[in-house]
């Protein structure tokens, strides 16, 4: 490998707040050859850190980090792909959960902890966890905004010095440092974060791990796409020039944490650093439960208790924040209001060739397997026939028999669609009084009840 040295002169990226461009290379990363740095790949969590850091709930309560621990602790099911678990340790309430998280003793996920890049932290949390702790995070800004703009360094090469002070101090304690390369993708690669990494490795006889930041979403998974913004050669570029042991931590501004956390295992990076429901600052971090469904998709299920998924949702629902109907594997991702996909959905149970509209069953994740129709607008009479031959069972204990063919979910369906189209207004030429929420179950049996008697004769055949 060759040497590189820390470029005096200053880089910046600065697009005055636009969009960042992303004009693509001639030729693609390369994928690194296997190694145990490499593999086996790992996930760990930092929702109890970077995620408690989310702008939209002021506090994640003590007693609901235990009980997610313990959760975290379920779902890697002694797998121990679920590496990791980090914490803060700067305020009472940290430090007393960080005494109950250990005094859990659970091998997975191992406790790990975040500092500054300050050798007064570092003793600290010496002092703190009694030789329990192993490793811990360490900030070390990598990009010129941050190394210069934000914390005031005279030049990178003093800000590299000024980091390396406490990364040896946790090694003169036996806490293995894993540096946090933040901003990495606004960073002056082979300029600051390459010499850098090249310096710490050297100084740490290989000890050291590093965590490749991309902090404000910039990355991009596509192969072509540049440094410091595209991640497969960002990664595969730093595994080539430094050998180091590398994990990833995402941020989806744009929208591409998860995927640029697949790119990141594929082209090196042995670890990727998640937060459940992808909580933290702004458009938060990489999902936890997406990298563990891209983890069983490409390198199969360890064993994984992903039953778990469902109570976890709840738990946060219920302690921290609501989590978003729409976010994907946890969410409430098994309904559907279009005929279309109802009248699918209602062949796919019985279809030979398995579900037709569902990307998975939703027992998968610890859900209970119930009709998905929600009655809207756009519904058909697939989706009619589910929600009311599932309330006749509610009611009156036994399965409903209504068909599409029947002339009371006819009746039914016209009344709903009397319902949306509203009333016209010849005055103002407009439709006025349309319904705008959805029919529930009761809804559509008191419709059936209601229905002339003429309809409701071959409503059981």
Not at 255 to 279: D, E, H, P, Q
Not at 357 to 372: I, P, Q, T
Not at 435 to 451: G, V
């Amino acid at each position: 490998m060759a040497e590189y040295q820390i470029n005096p002169e200053k880089l910046y990226y600065n697009y005055q707040g636009q969009f960042p461009p992303l004009v693509l290379d001639a030729e693609q990363a390369v994928i690194p050859p296997e190694t145990e740095k490499l593999h086996p790949k790992l996930i760990t969590d930092t929702t109890m850190r970077d995620g408690a850091q989310d702008p939209h709930f002021a506090l994640f309560p003590v007693e609901a980090r235990l009980k997610y621990y313990d959760l975290l602790h379920e779902l890697d099911n002694g797998t121990g792909c679920i590496e990791q678990v980090e914490v803060f340790i700067y305020q009472k309430r940290d430090l007393w959960a960080l005494d109950k998280l250990l005094d859990k003793g659970y091998e997975f996920p191992q406790v790990t902890t975040w500092t500054r890049a300050l050798p007064k932290d570092i003793k600290m949390l010496v002092d703190v966890s009694q030789g329990r702790i192993k490793e811990t995070g360490m900030l070390a800004s990598s990009s010129d905004h941050h190394i210069f703009d934000k914390l005031g360094h005279p030049s990178k090469a003093k800000a590299a010095e000024r980091y390396l002070v406490p990364i040896m101090t946790a090694c003169e304690y036996g806490i293995r440092p894993r540096i946090h390369l933040e901003d990495t993708t606004k960073a002056d690669i082979y300029g600051f974060v390459i010499p850098f990494m090249q310096w710490v490795l050297k100084e740490t006889n290989g000890w050291a791990k590093f965590r490749i930041c991309d902090t404000i979403g910039w990355g991009s998974p596509d192969p072509y796409a540049p440094l410091p913004v595209g991640i497969p050669k960002l990664i595969s570029t730093l595994v080539q020039e430094t050998g180091a042991e590398l994990e990833f931590h995402g941020h989806n501004d744009f929208g591409l944490a998860t995927a640029n956390s697949i790119a990141a295992y594929r082209y090196g990076c042995k670890r990727v650093n998640v937060a459940f429901a992808g909580l933290g600052e702004r458009t938060g971090n990489t999902s936890l439960e997406q990298m563990v469904a891209a983890y069983i998709r490409m390198y199969g299920d360890p064993g994984f208790n992903l039953k778990t998924l469902s109570q976890i949702r709840d738990l946060l629902t219920r302690e921290v924040i609501e989590i978003p109907p729409k976010q994907p594997i946890i969410g409430d991702v098994f309904s559907t209001q279009a005929g279309l996909h109802q009248t699918g959905m209602s062949r796919g149970e019985q279809a030979e060739g398995g579900t037709i509209y569902l990307a998975f069953d939703a027992s998968v994740v610890g859900e209970e397997a119930e009709e998905h129709s929600v009655i809207g607008a756009l519904s058909g009479m697939d989706g009619i026939v589910a929600v009311l031959n599932q309330q006749i069972k509610v009611e009156t204990g036994q399965q409903g028999r209504y068909t599409t063919t029947s002339r009371v979910v006819k009746y039914i369906y016209d009344k709903i669609q009397e319902a949306y189209d509203g009333t016209y207004d010849s005055e103002h030429d407009a439709l006025v009084d349309q319904r705008r929420t959805f029919f529930t179950p009761a809804e559509l049996s008191a419709l059936a009840k209601e229905a002339p008697s003429k309809q409701r004769v071959p409503a059981r055949g």
